[in-house]
C-alpha cells in the first residue's frame, strides 16, 4: 500500500519541451531540485537521464521528478507521522523555487508550514476522531481514546492473525461450490459464521474489531451483516477467508439472504470548475468534506467512506444501510455548504443498481 503526492509548477508557468528538448532554465530548475533533494536526504540514491531524475531515499520515499513535476510515493514502512514529516520537509524545500503540493489523498493542494499545528491541520479529514482528539494529537498529546485503541492494538490486536482463524478442513473445493445451489450454500454460509462468531468469542476480539473500523476506516461486510477491518490475510487461507467466499458466491446469484453485503451508497460531489473561484471553492469543499467524514462516521450503517478527487471534482463516496436515512443525519452540514455546487448521488441497492441525483437545492 502506497500513498502518492506531488508537487507542480503552476501550468501557465511550466516550461515545455522543443523538439524533444527542455530549454535551459528548466534544466537550471531539474538541477535546483536535485539540490534541494540532498539536502533533505544527502544519501539519496538519484539517477538522471536529461530531464528526468529517479531516486530512493530513506527520508523521502521514491522520487519522480522532472522540471515541472516532483513525485514522492510512501510506502507503509514510513508510518503516517514519518510519511507527513518528509511531506513537510519537501514542501519546505520545494516551494520556494515555484512548486505546488498536491494531495489526491486529501483532494487537494497542501502547503508547508513550519509549525506542527497549521500543517496537520490540512489532513483533518483522514483522522477519524472528535474535535477534541484532533486538537489534542495537533497539540502532540495522545487522546485517551488514541491510547486505548493503541493498547487494544498490543493485546487483543496480536490475537487477529491468520493462525487464530484456520480454515476448516472439511470446506468444500472450488469446484464444488461452484456447482452448490444457493440453498446448499446458504447453510454453509451460516455454519461459517456460527464457527468464525465462537472463535471471535474465545478470542475476546469484539471490542478490538469495532475500534479496528471506527479507527481505520475501511471494513468489510460479514454474512451476518457485521463489518470486518479489512487486511492482508484476509483470504481463502482462513475461516474467515471462507465465510467471505461463499457469501461472494451467494451475492453473485443475488440471494436475499445476503444482498445486504452490496452496500448502498451516497455520493457527494462537488465540481469546483463550476464556480468562479475555484480554488477557494476547492478550500471550502475540503472543510465540508472533513465535516462529512466525522458525521458520517457517528451514524449508525456507515460502512467504508472513500474520497476521490481528481480535476478540481472532489467525491465523498459513503456506503451505507440507507441513503435517505444517511443523507437525513448529513443534512445540517450539507445546508450550511449549501453555496457550493454540491451534486448528490444516491444508489440504492449493488453497484450498477438504479441511481437518484439531486442537488442541495432540490
Same mark, same amino acid.
Given at each position: 500500500?502506497?500513498?502518492?503526492?506531488?508537487?507542480?509548477?503552476?501550468?501557465?508557468?511550466?516550461?515545455?519541451?522543443?523538439?524533444?528538448?527542455?530549454?535551459?532554465?528548466?534544466?537550471?530548475?531539474?538541477?535546483?531540485?536535485?539540490?534541494?533533494?540532498?539536502?533533505?536526504?544527502?544519501?539519496?540514491?538519484?539517477?538522471?537521464?536529461?530531464?528526468?531524475?529517479?531516486?530512493?531515499?530513506?527520508?523521502?520515499?521514491?522520487?519522480?521528478?522532472?522540471?515541472?513535476?516532483?513525485?514522492?510515493?510512501?510506502?507503509?514502512?514510513?508510518?503516517?507521522?514519518?510519511?507527513?514529516?518528509?511531506?513537510? *520537509?519537501?514542501?519546505? &524545500? !520545494? +516551494?520556494?523555487?515555484? $512548486?505546488?503540493? /498536491?494531495?489526491?489523498?486529501?483532494? #487537494?493542494?497542501?502547503?508547508?508550514?513550519?509549525?506542527?499545528?497549521?500543517?496537520?491541520?490540512?489532513?483533518?479529514?483522514?483522522?477519524?476522531?472528535?474535535?477534541?482528539?484532533?486538537?489534542?494529537?495537533?497539540?502532540?498529546?495522545?487522546?485517551?481514546?488514541?491510547?486505548?485503541?493503541?493498547?487494544?492494538?498490543?493485546?487483543?490486536?496480536?490475537?487477529?492473525?491468520?493462525?487464530?482463524?484456520?480454515?476448516?478442513?472439511?470446506?468444500?473445493?472450488?469446484?464444488?461450490?461452484?456447482?452448490?445451489?444457493?440453498?446448499?450454500?446458504?447453510?454453509?454460509?451460516?455454519?461459517?459464521?456460527?464457527?468464525?462468531? *465462537?472463535?471471535?468469542? &474465545? !478470542? +475476546?476480539?469484539?471490542? $478490538?474489531?469495532? /475500534?479496528?473500523?471506527?479507527?481505520? #476506516?475501511?471494513?468489510?461486510?460479514?454474512?451476518?451483516?457485521?463489518?470486518?477491518?479489512?487486511?492482508?490475510?484476509?483470504?481463502?487461507?482462513?475461516?474467515?477467508?471462507?465465510?467471505?467466499?461463499?457469501?461472494?458466491?451467494?451475492?453473485?446469484?443475488?440471494?436475499?439472504?445476503?444482498?445486504?453485503?452490496?452496500?448502498?451508497?451516497?455520493?457527494?460531489?462537488?465540481?469546483?470548475?463550476?464556480?468562479?473561484?475555484?480554488?477557494?471553492?476547492?478550500?471550502?469543499?475540503?472543510?465540508?468534506?472533513?465535516?462529512?467524514?466525522?458525521?458520517?462516521?457517528?451514524?449508525?450503517?456507515?460502512?467504508?467512506?472513500?474520497?476521490?478527487?481528481?480535476?478540481?471534482?472532489?467525491?465523498?463516496?459513503?456506503?451505507?444501510?440507507?441513503?435517505?436515512?444517511?443523507?437525513?443525519?448529513?443534512?445540517?452540514?450539507?445546508?450550511?455548504?449549501?453555496?457550493?455546487?454540491?451534486?448528490?448521488?444516491?444508489?440504492?441497492?449493488?453497484?450498477?443498481?438504479?441511481?437518484?441525483?439531486?442537488?442541495?437545492?432540490?
Amino acid at each position: 500500500m502506497s500513498y502518492d503526492v506531488f508537487m507542480e509548477i503552476p501550468k501557465a508557468l511550466r516550461s515545455r519541451p522543443k523538439r524533444g528538448e527542455y530549454p535551459p532554465d528548466a534544466l537550471e530548475r531539474l538541477d535546483q531540485i536535485v539540490a534541494a533533494l540532498r539536502r533533505i536526504d544527502p544519501q539519496i540514491e538519484l539517477a538522471r537521464d536529461d530531464a528526468l531524475v529517479e531516486g530512493r531515499s530513506g527520508v523521502l520515499g521514491d522520487v519522480v521528478a522532472d522540471p515541472n513535476r516532483v513525485s514522492l510515493r510512501y510506502t507503509s514502512a514510513f508510518g503516517y507521522h514519518g510519511m507527513l514529516q518528509a511531506m513537510q *520537509r519537501a514542501l519546505g &524545500e !520545494l +516551494e520556494p523555487l515555484g $512548486f505546488e503540493g /498536491q494531495d489526491p489523498q486529501v483532494g #487537494g493542494r497542501i502547503r508547508h508550514f513550519a509549525e506542527r499545528a497549521p500543517f496537520l491541520r490540512q489532513f483533518r479529514s483522514q483522522i477519524l476522531c472528535p474535535d477534541d482528539e484532533f486538537e489534542a494529537w495537533l497539540e502532540g498529546r495522545e487522546p485517551a481514546a488514541w491510547r486505548h485503541w493503541r493498547e487494544l492494538k498490543e493485546t487483543a490486536g496480536t490475537r487477529y492473525v491468520p493462525a487464530s482463524f484456520p480454515p476448516l478442513p472439511d470446506m468444500p473445493d472450488w469446484q464444488t461450490l461452484r456447482d452448490m445451489d444457493a440453498e446448499a450454500l446458504d447453510r454453509l454460509l451460516k455454519r461459517l459464521i456460527a464457527h468464525n462468531d *465462537r472463535r471471535i468469542e &474465545e !478470542l +475476546e476480539l469484539s471490542e $478490538f474489531l469495532q /475500534q479496528a473500523r471506527l479507527r481505520d #476506516g475501511v471494513s468489510e461486510r460479514r454474512g451476518n451483516g457485521d463489518w470486518l477491518p479489512v487486511t492482508d490475510w484476509f483470504t481463502p487461507g482462513t475461516s474467515l477467508g471462507q465465510e467471505h467466499e461463499v457469501m461472494r458466491r451467494l451475492i453473485d446469484r443475488r440471494w436475499p439472504a445476503v444482498i445486504f453485503d452490496q452496500p448502498q451508497q451516497v455520493t457527494i460531489e462537488v465540481d469546483a470548475n463550476a464556480s468562479d473561484d475555484s480554488a477557494a471553492c476547492s478550500a471550502r469543499t475540503e472543510a465540508m468534506r472533513s465535516e462529512l467524514w466525522q458525521a458520517a462516521r457517528a451514524l449508525p450503517g456507515c460502512g467504508t467512506l472513500r474520497g476521490v478527487w481528481q480535476d478540481f471534482v472532489d467525491r465523498t463516496e459513503i456506503e451505507c444501510e440507507a441513503p435517505d436515512t444517511m443523507l437525513a443525519g448529513l443534512a445540517p452540514i450539507l445546508e450550511r455548504y449549501r453555496d457550493l455546487p454540491i451534486r448528490i448521488i444516491r444508489r440504492y441497492g449493488w453497484l450498477g443498481a438504479r441511481e437518484v441525483e439531486s442537488t442541495r437545492s432540490d
